[in-house]
């Protein structure tokens, strides 16, 4: 450095070289592309290059939408759209309740070949025989339920943790039951039925509890969790609706619960439940705003750096989490030449406006993140260099 300085070489510390690797395509079980219905809030074009830009080659889409694939009619709109506008793959969810109204089975037989598995997500199936049925027919196709968990009777008007936040600055909180209570009757329910079972989004370390003791008595269930959960907490709240998602941010031993749970293998994958509303939606603050973020383009980029970084998790076990893991348990194969490169030493601030994504409210924007996406591509071909290829 003496040498250098003497020399009036400058030398610059702050810039190391590329650092690039590549992994299998990530496959995220859990998004909203809110088409066919609501196209101002995202679309298939833009949520697939969004999810291109993310290292995803495949996603599920879920489906709370207009008309909700609850037939294969309403399922054939969904599906036209995807082979016209989409980048990367995407295996969309038939509903398990017509109009994930909860009152009558969808039409599952005739869905059940062109749909990855069932799921009303957005909310939880409140009548348990009708969650019965559902995982009656479900174990009859050889299809999975994936369940939002939330018991309508103990939400009592809630939008935030019901939590020391929520406490403090006077909100509605969410109280953790609301989860693991359906949680709880699923286990019980796909053990009667023998249906496989798949729990969307755990937020809570009661959850947690039940999961992993369903799994060392043999039950054909498995979860995920997102990267929101594992990286924030209550206290990282602010009075603004890019914080509001559903379930909500719960406290730090919830936290510390799900890190703990992604380690031993409790949680089997991490997906991110983009969802995307438009900005008058997500403007109103943590009582009036939209429930849901984005998530699909930061993915990656937190849990590299939060989790691997910090050693708390290795990139191995984070590129299954992201990659073999959801691959295996919906039986989506990872494709040839389906993969994404990375430069693992690239620093930059999370900025909602370089989004691709039409939804810009996360609650990680001006946070340093390491890790860019320098391609993506499907069986061979590049839908992701920077720009939209
Ligand atoms: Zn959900």
Not at 9 to 26: K, Y
Request: hydrophobic letters at 35%; glycine letters at 8%; one cysteine or more.
């Amino acid at each position: 450095m003496i040498f250098l300085k003497k020399a009036g070489v400058r030398c610059n510390m702050t810039a190391p070289s590329p650092e690039i690797q590549i992994f299998p395509g990530f496959c995220d079980v859990h998004v909203h592309f809110r088409e066919p219905g609501f196209s101002y809030k995202e679309t298939i074009r833009t949520g697939s290059y969004a999810a291109a830009r993310g290292g995803y080659t495949a996603v599920c889409t879920m489906p709370n939408l207009k008309p909700v694939p609850d037939s294969l009619p309403h399922l054939q709109e969904e599906l036209s759209i995807i082979e016209k506008d989409a980048c990367i793959r995407i295996f969309p969810y038939g509903a398990v309740t017509v109009d994930e109204a909860g009152e009558k089975l969808s039409d599952m037989e005739n869905m059940a070949p062109d749909v990855v598995a069932f799921s009303d997500d957005g909310r939880g199936v409140q009548s348990e025989s009708m969650m019965r049925n559902a995982m009656e027919k479900a174990k009859s196709l050889g299809k999975i339920i994936a369940a939002h968990c939330e018991v309508n009777e103990l939400l009592h008007g809630g939008y935030i943790h019901d939590g020391e936040y929520a406490r403090a600055h006077g909100h509605s909180g969410i109280c953790s039951e609301s989860e693991w209570r359906q949680i709880e009757r699923d286990i019980r329910l796909s053990k009667e039925t023998g249906c496989a079972y798949h729990v969307c989004h755990i937020s809570c370390r009661e959850s947690v509890e039940l999961i992993r003791k369903a799994k060392k008595e043999g039950a054909d269930i498995t979860c995920e969790t997102a990267p929101h959960y594992l990286i924030l907490d209550e206290n990282d709240l602010q009075e603004d609706g890019r914080f509001k998602m559903n379930p909500p941010l719960r406290g730090p031993a919830d936290r510390d619960a799900l890190l703990e749970a992604v380690c031993d293998g409790t949680i089997d994958m991490i997906a991110t439940d983009h969802a995307p509303h438009s900005a008058e939606e997500k403007a109103k603050g943590l009582s009036g705003s939209a429930f849901g973020i984005t998530g699909i383009e930061t993915a990656f980029p937190l849990l590299y750096t939060y989790l691997v970084r910090k050693r708390i998790l290795s990139l191995e076990r984070l590129i299954s989490l992201l990659s073999g893991n959801p691959r295996r348990r919906f039986g989506i194969p990872l494709e040839e030449e389906d993969l994404t490169a990375w430069d693992l030493s690239a620093e930059y601030t999370i900025d909602p406006k370089d989004f691709v994504s039409m939804g810009k409210a996360t609650p990680f924007a001006g946070m340093s993140v390491f890790g860019k996406c320098m391609y993506t591509k499907v069986s061979g071909k590049t839908v992701w260099n920077g720009e939209t290829a």
